[in-house]
């Protein structure tokens, strides 16, 4: 993908209309999908990698709109700055923002809505030391995947 970025820039002398070259070009665009997770990094500039990310922003949603693009931010509780910086750049962008229910999937798919929008569930390290426990409303091998060893 680099590469191909690499050309169509140096060709189009335009970050977001190199995006959209390559886009446009189905061929080129299944190549790099198809050789994701087959490693080979390549290295990039830091300035190089943020350039390519914002030229996909644009692109998507000058072509689409900012609603085909969607985020996840932390929750507040571990870390204010990282959900702020995450939320008001999606407001900024128009996107819709993921829950952290989106990201943290082992958590139980009601929990939100009953539980309210950000949920205190127990630390699962305290149930060892728990001389009773009730699992209500859990099914903890499919809710809590790491913890159901415990």
Same mark, same amino acid.
């Given at each position: 993908l680099l590469d191909m970025y690499r050309e169509a820039k140096a060709r189009l002398r335009d970050p977001v209309l190199a995006w959209a070259d390559i886009q446009g070009d189905p061929e080129r665009r299944a190549r790099?999908?198809?050789?994701?997770?087959?490693?080979? =990094?390549?290295? &990039? $500039?830091?300035?190089?990698?943020?350039e390519m990310v914002a030229a996909a922003h644009v692109h998507t949603i000058r072509?689409?709109?900012?609603?085909?693009?969607?985020g996840f931010s932390p929750i507040p509780a571990m870390s204010m700055v990282s959900h702020a910086a995450g939320a008001r750049f999606h407001s900024l962008i128009g996107?819709?923002?993921l829950s952290f229910y989106d990201?943290?999937?082992? =958590?139980?798919? &009601? $929990?939100p809505q009953v539980f309210?929008?950000?949920?205190?569930?127990?630390?699962?390290?305290?149930w060892w030391d728990a001389a009773y426990l009730i699992m209500w409303g859990t099914n903890?091998?499919?809710?809590?995947?790491?913890?159901?060893?415990?």
């Open positions: 790099y999908q198809r050789a994701r997770g087959k490693g080979g =990094l390549v290295r &990039a $500039s830091w300035d190089e990698a943020v072509t689409h709109g900012p609603d085909r693009i969607a996107a819709p923002m990201w943290y999937a082992d =958590l139980p798919v &009601a $929990s309210g929008d950000q949920t205190d569930v127990p630390e699962s390290g305290d903890v091998p499919v809710t809590r995947t790491p913890d159901a060893h415990w």
